[in-house]
């Protein structure tokens, strides 16, 4: 059992900066594949960003964040940060971080662990 707890959300402009945390309760955090997720009230849940587990050598991004987000992780803090640049208003959304153990997925079917999330809001 893991529970995740997301932070760093906030109201900024277009073209600012926001990174995202998520904090994870429990031990062996890095047998955790990890990844976030955003919705925007009436529509969807939509991959954003995956990491996988240990070393985080693979990462994968929704092509509308590409180059633009980054995702990594720390093992000794048991958190999992999503840095967003060069921010836009259709980034707007609740932001969602997720764990499962098992190969990495973009499909949020298959996470077991989330949080319950952190908004973010970009203005024009």
């Known amino acids: 059992q893991v529970q995740l707890v997301e932070s760093g959300g906030g109201l900024v402009q277009a073209g600012d900066s926001l990174r995202l945390s998520c904090a994870a309760s429990g031990r062996t955090f890095g047998r955790y594949v990890m990844a976030w997720f955003r919705q925007i009230p009436g529509k969807e849940r939509e991959f954003v960003a995956g990491?996988?587990?240990?070393?985080?050598?693979?990462?994968n991004y929704a092509d509308s964040v590409k180059g633009r987000f980054t995702i990594s992780r720390d093992n000794a803090k048991n958190t999992v940060y999503l840095q967003m640049n060069s921010l836009k208003p259709e980034d707007t959304a609740a932001y969602y971080c997720?764990?499962?153990?098992?190969?990495?997925?973009?499909?949020?079917?298959?996470?077991?662990?989330w949080g319950k999330g952190t908004q973010v809001t970009v203005s024009s």
């Open positions: 990491i996988s587990s240990w070393n985080g050598g693979n990462t």
């Open positions: 997720a764990a499962r153990i098992g190969d990495y997925s973009d499909s949020g079917s298959v996470y077991d662990y």
